[in-house]
């Protein structure tokens, strides 16, 4: 690779991720190229995963010297499941948007997936806070293009109003971060992390409000129990396949900002933060469980799965990285499977509202009147053979059968340890 | 006379915070909550550079804040825009007119 600008060199599969959404953008614009958007979305994924093995196994000159980046096996592992993850998403959604909108379509899904892997790359608040806005401001338009009728407006007016309101919640509690430690880098020399530690200033009330509300505003993203109310009617209302995305994008990267912002107490946070964590895990997985058993709409029962899966991956990040290296990134133990546990979820999750969205109402073959209840779609064996197979194959691996049941033994395990130690 | 200091400037943005928060839990007009959602996205910026020139000594808040305003103004953009097809849809901006989706 030529020499570069450090900074530049970190940033390449999120350049080549935004050159080619800007690419599809304006090859939208004319008539003859919006067929290719969908390809070309595909070539620029494949573009970014290509340039950020190469960087993965490179040495960066002079990286350290960029403070406001982070590399490391954190960034490489959401850089490959958030791109692998997300190619399934451009093939699923190809025949979802009008011909006109088919370039801004899936520049849109593009951006989004920029923002999950620069989510990990951040090391300064700066950064984190536009990358989850990148993640999430185009979701909000995307709910609105995906379907023409009333319930898609305002599926998608809803999760913009919770959405911004939950974003400038957590910038407040950034805000208070920054005051905490008068920098925004947030691990390296003299960061918000090296402040904290130095200090033992963890009590210090301004941590304390900052990471309380930062975690307030990350809830809805996870959508864990109490904010998780909005998320039944936003799944509603989307079509089905970008539900699939909403299922993982916003979730991944919520994730990925509270590993982050754990990390900046070294994972030594107080008990009040602890408590937090543990009862929001315990009220989730609940919550979700028991809401998902009283709904007769598909789409809404998958979508509280999908907050009690939130809550067993908020289990995984409360047992946290047993043993803290010396690097920027810790990546094992409970991170480890919380980590893995996203991707079985996402591809898994995108895989039922994929099946989802070959099924209609009976009796009809308008697109805009898909299946809705579980006796829409009573019988689909025999129209849709293929895709009645996959909804099984996948609601059954949502349901932890079979190979996710070691997976949720090691989440408990490891949730345990620090419990009996204290 | 007493001199204006950060607490000051504290206690401004948590008002502004709790005013933001409070128009977004009682407007019903669309506009409304919008204009809620801009009231506590500039109480952390006030924060942000209250904190930048009395406790950190750098530029690097006030650099935040001037990227949270354009973030702000993108925001507003796409809320219109969201407003409209709400708005040609049911001929109001009324957020409780919006009860298609329940169980």
Request: aromatic share 10%; net charge neutral.
């Amino acid at each position: 690779m030529p020499e570069m600008h450090p900074m530049i060199q970190l940033l390449l599969p999120e350049i080549a991720l935004i050159l080619g959404a800007t690419a599809v953008l304006l090859g939208g614009l004319i008539p003859a190229l919006r067929n290719r958007s969908a390809l070309v979305s595909l070539v620029a994924i494949a573009l970014a995963l290509w340039l950020g093995a190469r960087l993965s196994m490179l040495e960066i000159k002079d990286a350290d010297a960029v403070v406001s980046l982070q590399h490391g096996p954190l960034v490489w592992y959401a850089r490959l499941i958030t791109l692998a993850i997300g190619a399934l998403i451009i093939m699923v959604n190809r025949h979802v948007p009008d011909d006109a909108e088919r370039g801004e379509y899936f520049a849109l899904i593009l951006f989004s997936l920029a923002g999950v892997t620069l989510t990990s790359v951040a090391n300064s608040l700066v950064v984190l806070f536009l990358a989850l806005e990148l993640v999430s401001v185009p979701t909000y338009i995307l709910i609105g293009l995906s379907r023409r009728d009333i319930a898609a407006q305002e599926a998608a007016g809803k999760y913009f109003f919770l959405g911004a309101f939950a974003a400038a919640i957590t910038l407040y509690g950034f805000s208070f971060l920054y005051g905490a430690a008068g920098t925004m880098t947030m691990f390296g020399e003299n960061s918000i992390t090296a402040k904290i530690a130095s200090e033992g200033s963890i009590h210090d009330a301004l941590v304390l409000v900052g990471l309380l509300l930062s975690l307030a505003g990350l809830a809805f993203k996870i959508a864990a129990v109490p904010l998780h109310f909005y998320i039944a009617d936003v799944y509603q209302g989307a079509a089905a396949p970008i539900t699939g995305m909403l299922g993982f994008v916003p979730k991944f990267a919520g994730f990925l900002a509270l590993i982050q912002l754990l990390g900046l107490t070294s994972w030594k946070y107080g008990d009040e933060i602890f408590w937090l964590l543990f009862a929001m895990a315990a009220v989730t997985m609940l919550v979700g469980n028991t809401l998902a058993l009283m709904q007769h709409n598909i789409k809404r029962m998958l979508a509280y799965s999908g907050v009690a899966h939130s809550g067993y991956m908020l289990v995984a990040l409360v047992a946290g990285p047993i043993l803290i290296d010396t690097g920027r990134a810790p990546l094992r133990d409970g991170i480890a499977a919380l980590l893995f546990y996203m991707t079985a979820y996402g591809i898994m999750n995108l895989g039922c509202f994929a099946a989802l969205s070959f099924f209609r109402k009976p009796g009809t073959d308008d697109p805009d009147e898909s299946a809705e209840t579980t006796d829409d779609i009573a019988g689909a064996a025999r129209t849709h053979p293929w895709a009645a197979l996959c909804l099984a194959v996948c609601t059954l691996g949502l349901m932890g059968f079979p190979a996710h049941r070691r997976l949720h033994g090691q989440a408990l395990h490891y949730l345990l340890g620090p419990v009996r130690r204290r | 006379m007493f001199e204006i200091g950060l607490n000051h400037y504290l206690v401004l943005s948590a008002l502004v915070f709790s005013l933001g928060v409070l128009c977004m839990a009682t407007k019903r007009n669309a506009i409304g909550i919008l204009i809620g959602v801009e009231l506590v996205l500039n109480s952390a910026n006030i924060n942000l550079v209250a904190f930048s020139k009395y406790s950190a000594g750098a530029a690097d808040g006030h650099i935040f804040a001037v990227f949270v305003i354009l973030l702000a103004a993108a925001e507003a953009a796409i809320a219109i825009a969201i407003f409209m097809n709400f708005y040609s849809a049911l001929r109001t901006i009324d957020v409780d007119r919006g009860d298609e989706l329940r169980n």
